[in-house]
């Protein structure tokens, strides 16, 4: 079982959708070029992913034969394989409607769609499986997804391009690099993003959403003749997780440590950030919270710079970060800035890199300076990790985790940019955020509460995110720790596979992972889950809902790099071991 991904031009967004489907659990997917995929993939185990402006030649040999083809704006002869006629192309954001079960986050909500979109003539719906459509223009819809059979395969055509899409709603517009706001001096993250996006994406992971449909679409075609395997994504097999943080600002030891132990009476911990010329921190106690298992790293503060030129801003973040290595002698694998002051594009990923950080907390859910209005997706359209990518489909080693609350911006009870909201009011919004994670998005949700407002204004909206956690059975994870996982879990790939129709058997090896869970489908051409063996070692499954459907969920051991799994599947029912 094998997903096969040639290069596509100009943009090369091959790296970019192994990354997204890796996230998404589906953890053997190959870069190669299209020769060498059409030699090596099996018809009838394998897809083959053809990015925007790849090659096609050989494709309908492939289809022909049985294979599974996702097409993403092909060129017209893989369009005239499908039959689609493409009328246009246009570069405006659409909304892209599904009418068949895809996606089951979206809810029956068209998800924003950014361009460019090639607008094809409408054809039967049943090979349809979603329309683009522009709002308010009744007479725009056109096909989103085509999904139909040739000969004796099955092809799936973008009528979007997921790749830059995701980017564009992720990581805002390249052209909006250093953009201010009215009044502003600070460039931040959120002004690379379009200024005035739909209401509606404030409350959806919509990059994510595109990505789960995507990755839904390739299981969906594996699953046409064996079970498919993924890895899920929240530790411990959960449904969703809190991630937790605080910015020091200058605040006291003493507010740090109430935070700090309150996140403990929750089994959480907490990821501070610190400013390293105003922090009162020490290397002692730095060494204590480490022991009770919090993390501390680096909040450097630009504002100074203000102004300035980009290079001089970021000559500033590379100092503050080597200031904090040179007073505590400590490692750095998180950050956030202080302001979230953001300069160029892509240019603080790549220092970051340069200097070895991994995952970046600084994309935050705000329209400050533009609207009142809250959402926690608003601007930033994620919350699943994914590595920065840059305009030619490269990926920077920094992972961007977007940030959905800030108690500054949600609870403050007198700045013009708060939305002021009382703690009985956040916490039923908290409720709302938490549902929708646990039971359509599996969602990281991650926060940060500064300690000096903790024990100000905000410890009510605190605790009840803490509370809202345990309720739902979401761990409470520092950014580091989470940071950890994901790279850990990113370098696991499957390999080995086969599949009899009742037996399959696969290996897969990575770096050691904590709390990393396996998925399976409860039942295979018609037969129940019977056993499940681990390295010849029996093991117990549990059966969960997870997007909707039941899923079989194992845990992995945390300790080895290496395991083969061995799943039966027979006659009857299957009978869940708790």
């Known amino acids: 079982m094998h997903i096969f991904i040639p290069p596509g031009s100009p943009m090369d967004g091959s790296a970019y959708l192994a990354e997204i489907l890796h996230a998404f659990g589906l953890c053997f997917a190959e870069r190669v070029s299209l020769r060498d995929a059409l030699k090596a993939a099996n018809p009838h185990t394998d897809v083959i992913l053809l990015p925007r402006g790849s090659e096609t030649a050989g494709i309908e040999s492939f289809l022909q034969a049985g294979g599974s083809v996702v097409a993403i704006q092909p060129d017209a002869s893989v369009e005239r394989l ?15 409607r599904f009418v068949k079960p895809i996606c089951y986050g979206a809810r029956g909500e068209p998800l924003w769609t950014l361009g460019p979109i090639h607008v094809y003539e409408n054809k039967p719906a049943s090979e349809v499986a979603a329309y683009l459509f522009k709002p308010g223009d009744f007479n725009s819809e056109s096909i989103g997804l085509w999904d139909g059979a040739v000969g004796l395969g099955q092809l799936v055509v973008y009528a979007y391009d997921p790749v830059l899409c995701m980017a564009r709603l992720r990581q805002g517009f390249p052209s909006r690099a250093n953009h201010l706001a009215p009044g502003e001096a600070i460039p931040r993250s959120f002004y ?44 411990e097999g959960r449904a969703a997780i809190l991630i937790f943080s605080g910015d020091e600002d200058g605040g006291t030891q003493n507010a740090n440590d109430q935070e700090m132990r309150d996140l403990e009476s929750f089994d959480g911990a907490l990821s501070l950030y610190v400013i390293p010329g105003i922090t009162s921190i020490t290397r002692q106690l730095i060494e204590e919270y480490t022991r009770r298992g919090h993390t501390i790293s680096v909040h450097p503060n630009l504002t100074s710079t203000a102004g300035k030129p980009p290079a001089e801003q970021l000559a500033k973040a590379e100092q503050e970060v080597r200031a904090f290595h040179e007073k505590f002698a ?17 240019d603080l990923p790549e220092l970051w890199e340069r200097l070895g950080i991994g995952m970046d907390a600084n994309c935050l859910a705000a329209l400050y300076a533009q609207s009142p209005d809250y959402g926690p997706y608003v601007n930033v359209d994620a919350a699943v990790p994914l590595r920065f990518v840059r305009e030619d489909g490269s990926l920077i080693d ?35 955020i938490f549902d929708d994670a646990v ?47 994901w790279r850990a879990r990113a370098s696991w ?51 969960q809902q997870r997007y909707g459907q039941p899923t079989i969920q194992l845990p992995l051991p945390h300790s080895t790099s290496e395991v083969e799994v061995v799943v039966q599947y027979g006659q009857g029912v299957h009978k869940e071991i708790a």
């Not at 499908?82 to 246009?90: E, N």
């Not at 998005?441 to 995110?465: E, K, M």
């Not at 399959?504 to 399976?520: A, I, N, Y």
Request: a positive charge; hydrophobic letters at 35%; glycine letters at 6%.
């Open 82 to 96: 499908a039959a689609l006629s493409r009328k246009k192309q246009d570069e405006n954001p659409c909304r892209l």
């Open 192 to 235: 690379l993003h379009e200024p005035h996006p739909p209401p509606d994406t404030a409350w959806r992971p919509t990059a994510d959403l595109h990505a789960a449909a995507l990755g839904g679409i390739i299981q969906r075609l594996l699953g046409r003749h064996a079970p498919v395997p993924s890895l899920w994504h929240i530790p």
């Open 330 to 346: 400590w490692p750095v694998r998180t950050i956030r800035n202080h302001s979230v002051m953001w300069p160029g594009y892509l």
């Open 398 to 432: 920094v992972y961007q985790q977007p940030t959905h609350a800030s108690d500054d911006v949600t609870s403050h009870p007198t700045l013009s940019y708060s939305q002021k909201y009382s703690p009985e009011q956040f916490d039923w919004i908290a409720q709302r």
């Open 439 to 485: 039971r359509f998005f599996h969602a990281p949700i991650c926060v940060v509460v500064h300690p000096c407002n903790y024990v100000s204004f905000s410890g009510g909206q605190g605790r009840a995110l803490m509370a809202r956690a345990r309720e739902l059975d979401m761990p409470i994870w520092s950014v580091d720790r989470w940071h950890d996982f």
């Open 493 to 543: 790939r499957m390999s080995g596979y086969t599949s009899d129709g009742t037996r399959l058997r696969f290996v897969l090896k990575g770096s050691p992972c904590e709390s990393l869970s396996l998925t399976l489908p409860p039942t295979a051409d018609g037969h129940a889950l019977r056993s499940v063996t681990i390295n010849g070692s029996p093991v117990q499954v549990e059966t």
